[in-house]
């Protein structure tokens, strides 16, 4: 069990380069050691808050949610699980369900969880933040008896779509007393949270970490194992993999260290890395097109993009081979709703430029075809890389280049205020159901200047439109996924916004930690079986 | 009788010193709240964006609702008055992004960074005076070279290359000292254990920071030291039969100090700029953290805080060289 084969295909560039090391000891060896101190970390910065209702991006999702708890889970199979709930189910039109809640859970500040909480946090939190894209059916909530939530829609609610309304993002169950009354923005409790979880906020010292102890009144009798964990905050990933190598940190989830270090890391015997945890939130780096730009309207053009530009090469050398490249804008880990068989954007540089002859582009005299601005999204130093072999490629076929790599803010404002970029270099990240995630980026309504990652190609078309909006409604797990393969088949075909590559990303793990990697979007599940070994 | 007045005089001119320096004080403050208020605003992209973007508000109302709620949808002159305004009253604004008053949440970075800044200062006077004196003392020897080519070592190397390597060597391969942070989490028991603690934790960032100034002195107190040593006062006092050391100490030094005061002066708004890099190595929970975060979520209220202070530490501090200087050489009126 010592080293288990990681079930998800790994770049062929990373065997090639052999910078996997070991994979993943994820699961328990022998008894569960009970006490002692977890070091967490991930690859990113401190939160702006502890708990941030809309969620606030990957670092307050990941602070939180080790305190706070949702209604259900996925399973690493795939299988939608009770936590706060016990179970739910449909009415027979799938415009209501009914959630059974969990009997005998308590905040952490003593106080019992009931129905009450659960529709508050409904009304008040899934359905003006944390899921506001989600829920724009979402008609109220009541409860029958003590025990029941019954959840209304003006239409019908897949269940796939629903169970993973209950598993999603920051999805969860906050204590109504503490939040009502109370703008839950700017609520103090936030900074401090009580909640339902394994764990119960202690401390947070600014610019360094936060300390949580084990929760003795949790529900899940015998856990958590561990008496308490410290997520600490290091910026600089080489001071990550130092700290790593110090024993002062036991954990890292979303690529902790700088790619090159895991192989060190993992070659010394005392680390393990994996690309698991993470299929519910596959992250890739995407290419749009500004369809405003007359050129980027015709759909040949937008085609030569992707076939003009070397997507293993990137993945090779940009991500060491953590990286594949992307071919439908369903990510291909997603097991319900991917499909292999689209339109294909493979490198090929006479395609392209025979695309780009038909749309009415040839080569001028001097060998050029046209000018584009190319917006690498600084938020990630990667993308910038990417731009440069973005460029290469496209000054291949005769398309001269512009590019420039914004900083965060800026490059925000220039590709989702400004629409000021005919191509732009973004990323996405995409649980596994489409609606709203990843079907905004194509419809009429992700159009909405000033409202980062929704649609900013500006593509649209009543096709998409129309077969979005049956996606949303269509109850028959069969017939939906055929409605989610037409999808992926017009998307692709029409190219206005695809993945150039889908991104591994990693946990870096002491191979004393037990029990870790075990939730399909690990960064943002409660870690509650987590333990050291000696 | 005589050395009363000079004495009193001094006084009369340290207190003339510090009331023009703090009169001065008030249009450099108000300047260099005007161009970083107008530079900030200059960069694209907004924190309303970028908060807009990790809230996914995606109703364009709410968007336009929270830019009136900032203040954002006035013209930039009046938010520039208001500002100004505000600062009169020691309101630095507030910071949505954190959440709390802009001085709540510099003052809780604060304390770090001045830690980290005066220990940096003290070893770098410390290190570069004696490496001066004994390079400039032992001239053309094998302790000149050492010295220089120490210098050269590390005013050349980058200050994150090192705080790197030293990571490396003492935490990782020697396991002597903290990879970084500023304590032990969970406390190191109280009391001088904690004192111990934080010594250790601040030891590789003082280095890492402190080392390339202390080069600057090196060199800057040699040259000082050999050009001083050559005047006719030196050798006035060696000719009284005063020991060496009493003539390098007491009257080179003293005399060779005054550039390396200068210059001390003119760094501690680098110092204070170099502390942005080593806190990030070694995760020191600064100001210099909070700078970078605010600065990337264009968080504007605490840049400008954070300018505001820092410009108010450099002042001080400038200052306060005057004094010393006036301290130094008792002949340099500075006006």
């Not at chain 1, 294909?344 to 075809?369: I, N, Q, V």
């Given at each position: 069990m010592a080293n288990t084969v990681s079930r998800r295909v790994f770049g062929a560039g990373a065997l090639a380069t052999g910078l996997i090391g070991k994979t993943a000891s994820s699961f328990a060896q022998g008894e569960p050691k009970r006490g002692g101190t977890l070091v967490a970390t991930w690859g990113g910065g401190e939160p702006q808050a502890c708990y941030v209702p809309a969620g606030g991006g990957s670092s307050p999702t990941f602070s939180s949610s080790k305190l706070f708890e949702r209604l259900g889970r996925r399973s690493m199979e795939g299988a939608f699980e009770g936590e706060l709930a016990e179970a739910w189910k449909p009415a027979a039109d799938f415009k209501a369900y009914a959630i059974k809640i969990r009997k005998g859970v308590k905040f952490h500040d003593g106080k019992d969880m009931t129905v009450d909480d659960v529709i508050y946090s409904i009304d008040e939190i899934w359905k003006k933040y944390a899921a506001a894209a989600a829920m724009t059916d979402y008609v109220g909530g009541e409860s029958p008896d003590s025990d029941t939530v019954i959840v209304k829609f003006s239409k019908p609610v897949p269940e796939f779509f629903f169970s993973s309304l209950l598993c999603g993002g920051v999805n969860y169950i906050v204590p109504k007393h503490v939040y009502a009354g109370s703008d839950p923005v700017t609520n103090a409790a936030n900074n401090a949270p009580i909640a339902t979880g394994p764990w119960k906020f202690k401390e947070w010292v600014r610019g360094s970490h936060f300390e949580y102890v084990k929760n003795d009144a949790y529900w899940r009798p015998g856990f958590p194992y561990m008496d308490r964990m410290i997520i600490r905050y290091v910026r600089d990933p080489a001071g990550r993999a130092a700290a790593f190598e110090a024993g002062d940190i036991h954990i890292g989830v979303f690529n902790p260290v700088a790619p090159p270090d895991i192989k060190?890391?993992?070659?010394?015997?005392?680390?393990?890395?994996?690309?698991?945890?993470?299929?519910?939130?596959?992250?890739?780096?995407?290419?749009?097109?500004?369809?405003?730009?007359?050129?980027?309207?015709?759909?040949?053009?937008?085609?030569?993009?992707?076939?003009?530009?070397?997507?293993?090469?990137?993945?090779?050398?940009?991500?060491?081979?953590?990286?594949?490249?992307?071919?439908?804008?369903?990510?291909?880990?997603?097991?319900?709703?991917?499909?292999?068989?689209?339109?294909?954007?493979?490198?090929?540089?006479?395609?392209?430029?025979?695309?780009?002859?038909?749309?009415?582009?040839?080569?001028?005299?001097?060998?050029?075809?046209?000018?584009?601005?190319?917006?690498?999204?600084?938020?990630?130093?990667?993308?910038?890389?990417?731009?440069?072999?973005?460029?290469?490629?496209?000054?291949?076929?005769?398309?001269?280049?512009?590019?420039?790599?914004?900083?965060?803010?800026?490059?925000?404002?220039?590709?989702?205020?400004?629409?000021?970029?005919?191509?732009?270099?973004?990323?996405?990240?995409?649980?596994?159901?489409?609606?709203?995630?990843?079907?905004?980026?194509?419809?009429?309504?992700?159009?909405?200047?000033?409202?980062?990652?929704?649609?900013?190609?500006?593509?649209?078309?009543?096709?998409?439109?129309?077969?979005?909006?049956?996606i949303k409604v269509e109850t028959d797990a069969t017939k939906r996924k055929t409605l989610v393969v037409e999808f992926q088949k017009i998307t692709t075909r029409e190219a206005s916004n695809l993945p150039l590559v889908e991104i591994e990303s990693i946990t870096v793990a002491s191979i004393k930690v037990q029990n870790h990697s075990n939730d399909p979007n690990y960064l943002a599940s409660t870690w509650y079986d987590i333990w050291l070994a000696s | 009788?005589?050395?009363?007045?000079?004495?009193?005089?001094?006084?009369?001119?340290?207190?003339?010193?510090?009331?023009?320096?703090?009169?001065?004080?008030?249009?450099?403050?108000?300047?260099?709240?005007?161009?970083?208020?107008?530079?900030?605003?200059?960069?694209?992209?907004?924190?309303?964006?970028?908060?807009?973007?990790?809230?996914?508000?995606?109703?364009?109302?709410?968007?336009?609702?929270?830019?009136?709620?900032?203040?954002?949808?006035?013209?930039?002159?009046?938010?520039?008055?208001?500002?100004?305004?505000?600062?009169?009253?020691?309101?630095?604004?507030?910071?949505?992004?954190?959440?709390?008053?802009?001085?709540?949440?510099?003052?809780?970075?604060?304390?770090?960074?001045?830690?980290?800044?005066?220990?940096?200062?003290?070893?770098?006077?410390?290190?570069?005076?004696?490496?001066?004196?004994?390079?400039?003392?032992?001239?053309?020897?094998?302790?000149?070279?050492?010295?220089?080519?120490?210098?050269?070592?590390?005013?050349?190397?980058?200050?994150?290359?090192?705080?790197?390597?030293?990571?490396?060597?003492?935490?990782?391969?020697?396991?002597?000292?903290p990879v970084g942070g500023m304590m032990t989490i969970g406390g190191a028991g109280g009391g001088v254990a904690s004192v111990l603690d934080i010594l250790a934790h601040l030891l590789l960032p003082t280095l890492a920071l402190g080392l390339f100034y202390a080069a600057i002195y090196a060199r800057v107190l040699r040259s000082s030291m050999l050009e001083v040593s050559q005047l006719d006062f030196v050798r006035t006092a060696r000719a009284k039969g005063l020991s060496r050391n009493k003539v390098t100490l007491s009257h080179v030094l003293r005399n060779a100090l005054l550039p390396v005061v200068t210059i001390l002066g003119v760094q501690m708004g680098t110092v204070l700029a170099g502390s942005v890099v080593i806190e990030s190595v070694f995760s020191w929970p600064g100001v210099g953290s909070l700078l970078f975060d605010s600065v990337s979520s264009r968080n504007y209220p605490v840049v400008l805080g954070i300018m505001v202070l820092g410009t108010l530490v450099v002042i001080c501090a400038n200052i306060a060289v005057d004094l010393v200087y006036m301290w130094l050489d008792p002949r340099i009126e500075i006006r």
């Open positions: 060190r890391l993992t070659g010394t015997g005392k680390f393990v890395a994996t690309p698991k945890g993470y299929e519910e939130s596959v992250w890739s780096t995407s290419f749009e097109c500004n369809t405003r730009n007359p050129i980027f309207a015709k759909r040949e053009v937008r085609q030569a993009m992707f076939h003009a530009v070397d997507r293993s090469l990137i993945a090779r050398t940009i991500y060491y081979g953590y990286a594949r490249p992307g071919t439908s804008p369903i990510f291909s880990p997603n097991k319900e709703f991917y499909t292999a068989d689209t339109y294909k954007t493979e490198f090929d540089p006479k395609k392209a430029a025979a695309l780009l002859d038909t749309a009415g582009y040839p080569k001028k005299p001097d060998g050029k075809r046209f000018t584009v601005n190319l917006l690498a999204a600084g938020w990630f130093t990667e993308n910038g890389k990417i731009g440069a072999i973005v460029k290469q490629g496209l000054e291949d076929v005769g398309i001269v280049v512009n590019l420039t790599v914004p900083d965060r803010p800026s490059s925000i404002k220039r590709i989702y205020t400004d629409y000021d970029f005919d191509l732009a270099i973004s990323n996405q990240a995409n649980p596994s159901e489409p609606v709203p995630a990843t079907t905004q980026y194509y419809t009429s309504d992700g159009i909405k200047k000033g409202v980062p990652f929704r649609n900013a190609s500006g593509f649209h078309t009543d096709e998409v439109d129309v077969l979005v909006e049956k | 009788m005589a050395g009363v007045i000079a004495s009193s005089s001094r006084r009369v001119a340290a207190l003339r010193l510090l009331r023009r320096r703090l009169f001065q004080a008030v249009p450099l403050m108000l300047g260099v709240v005007v161009i970083n208020f107008i530079l900030i605003h200059l960069a694209p992209g907004s924190f309303l964006e970028l908060m807009t973007a990790e809230n996914q508000v995606s109703d364009p109302a709410t968007v336009e609702l929270l830019r009136k709620a900032y203040g954002l949808a006035d013209p930039i002159w009046l938010q520039l008055l208001k500002y100004i305004w505000a600062l009169l009253h020691f309101d630095f604004g507030f910071s949505y992004r954190q959440n709390m008053p802009v001085i709540e949440a510099i003052t809780i970075n604060l304390p770090a960074t001045l830690l980290l800044m005066i220990s940096s200062i003290a070893l770098a006077l410390a290190v570069g005076v004696a490496a001066g004196v004994v390079a400039s003392v032992k001239v053309r020897t094998f302790w000149d070279t050492l010295v220089s080519v120490a210098a050269m070592f590390f005013f050349a190397a980058p200050s994150f290359w090192l705080g790197i390597m030293m990571i490396v060597l003492f935490a990782v391969k020697l396991g002597w000292l």
